[in-house]
Every structure is written in C-alpha cells, then in structure tokens.
C-alpha cells in the first residue's frame, strides 16, 4: 500500500508568486476603503459642546494661586461628588456622565474647559452646562478656605457640525490603511521559482575583462 504524497501550501504560495505586483496594492485600497466607508456610514455622528469657567482670586488670594486652584479644579471636575451633583440637572445617569465628559485646564489660564460629547447635541450642552454649574457650587462652598472662586466664562451653545469624522474622511483613512497593508504584503510575498520547484537562477553579471582578453 503506497503512501499518497500530501499536498503542502508550496504550490498555493507558488500561484501567489505569480499574481501581478500591483493586484495586493489594489485590493487592500479597495478593502480598506470599504471597511473605512462602511465605518463611517454605520457609526452615528457624535457632537461636543464646550462651557468654560474660570477661577477669579479674591482680596486675600494671588493670580498665581487662582491658576494653581484652577489645575486643581480641572482634576475634580469629573470625579463622583461634582458629577453627583450635575447629573440632577443634566438629566442622565452618573456613568453616562463620567464617560461623556472631560475637563482641560491651561498653564497660563485660570480656565477650566469642560467638554461633553454625545450622539445628540442638546444634551451635549445640558451635559456640559450642568458639570460647570455643579463645579461652580463646589467652587463656592470652598471659597472660604481656598479664596478663589470659579466664575462662569462661557455657556455651551449647540455645535453646528458633528465632532466625528465624515464618511469620505473614514474612507480615505481606510484605503490608506489598506494600501500599506498591501505594500507590506507586496514586500512579504514569496519569489518566483522554477516548474520544477526550484529556485530561479540569479542573472548573470559579467566580470571584469582580463589583460589576457584584451591582447585577444
């Protein structure tokens, strides 16, 4: 009884040899632009608002220490016993809270940005809006020992555009994507061998001619 030879992955990889040099450009461009569109249609549009506070220094207080507070205020703004508080007049749970909003702070400012994002952008501004006002309250409670107070700079207002990326900007990035995965696949695929399963032979460079050549 003859043993049947089993089939090993050399001839699939060899017909992968043999596929033109440009087909795994194209078809990771293709695909990757499909995934990338696809993404882009499907995801639904999240839109961010922006209120702005800023912390003002009383009589016994220095600019300098109302921006250290203002840091100070920046970190805070999104821990449980602020978010406790906005979330009576934002309307949504805590962790809805805790997940949408985020708080920025500069160096050379006493201002505290709180951002909110959400899929609709009424409540967005709600979110936003209720966070600086619960901040201001905790704020303002403190003022006695911290003397700075924190002053609403700016409301959120309703965004015009979405926050996240449109369709055609996904699909760019995906067919971008894909084509560097196919460049890379280009670099990785095998050689070209021979029918009989050989190495193809490397051209041939002629040496250099030899004094004995020359007199010829």
Known sequence: ?????????????????????????VTGTALGGLFGGAYGV????????????????????????????????GRVATQLAVLGDAQVWAGVPV???????????????????VSATSARPELAVDMANAVSRALTRHAEDTKGSTQVRLVQFSRAVKPGKPASASTPVTT??????????????????????????GPAPAASVPGPATAADVQR
């Open 42 to 73: 499907f995801t639904p549009p999240s839109y961010t608002a922006t209120s702005y506070v800023v912390a003002v220094p009383t009589d016994k207080a220095t600019p300098d220490a109302a921006r250290g507070f203002a840091q100070a205020y």
């Open 172 to 197: 760019l990035v995906g067919a971008s994507a894909g084509g560097l995965l196919g460049g890379l696949a280009l670099l990785a695929r095998p050689r070209r061998t021979r029918r009989d399963g």
């Open 1 to 25: 009884m003859t043993d049947t030879p089993t089939r090993g992955p050399r001839p699939s990889l060899a017909r992968l040899g043999r596929l033109p040099a440009w087909s795994a450009l």
């Open 95 to 113: 962790r809805t809270l805790r997940d949408s909003v985020r708080a920025a702070t500069s160096p050379d400012a006493p201002m505290v940005a």
